[in-house]
């Protein structure tokens, strides 16, 4: 008896460690997510060193998580830019990189630029387009899915 009870102790221990794990994993994924769209909006607002500061918080979540690692070199990328167009350029494969965390999350939606041939992830089916901004802010469209 003192051994079932034993054993119940640790798959218990067990199953509470593994949901710890995925809250922390799904609150990072919020983080990263909401820091994310921040550098969208900051980029489509010529906001350049709003959109800095949103991608170092990207690269700090991102960094943090082992599910996520090979997000925060190109949130790095965008916070380390030199001028508003080196940030663009590198928000393109930070985009890329984290569509896949948007895929199927609520109030999340995947735009096109198919000036840029890329995508983009914004809380909004308003077209505010980060790689032109203010100049094109409304050229793309949410993404077709297949």
């Known amino acids: 008896m003192i051994r079932l009870s034993r054993l119940f102790l640790l798959v218990g221990l067990i199953l509470g460690v593994a949901r710890l794990g995925a809250a922390d994993s799904m609150n990072m994924k919020t983080d990263i997510l909401s820091s994310y769209v921040k550098i969208s909006a900051a980029l489509a607002a010529d906001d350049f060193p709003a959109a800095k500061t949103a991608a170092a918080a990207v690269a700090e979540h991102a960094g943090m998580s082992d599910m996520n690692k090979a997000i925060a070199p190109k949130a790095t ?28 999350e609520k109030g999340y939606v995947v735009m096109n630029c198919p000036m840029m041939h890329a995508d983009w992830i914004q809380t909004s089916k308003d077209v505010k387009n980060p790689y032109y901004g203010k100049m094109m802010l409304t050229c793309g469209a949410p993404k077709a899915t297949k």
């Open 77 to 104: 990328a965008v916070a380390k830019a030199k001028d508003i167009d080196a940030a663009r350029n590198a928000f393109k494969s930070l985009s890329a990189a984290v569509e896949p965390l948007a895929a199927g």
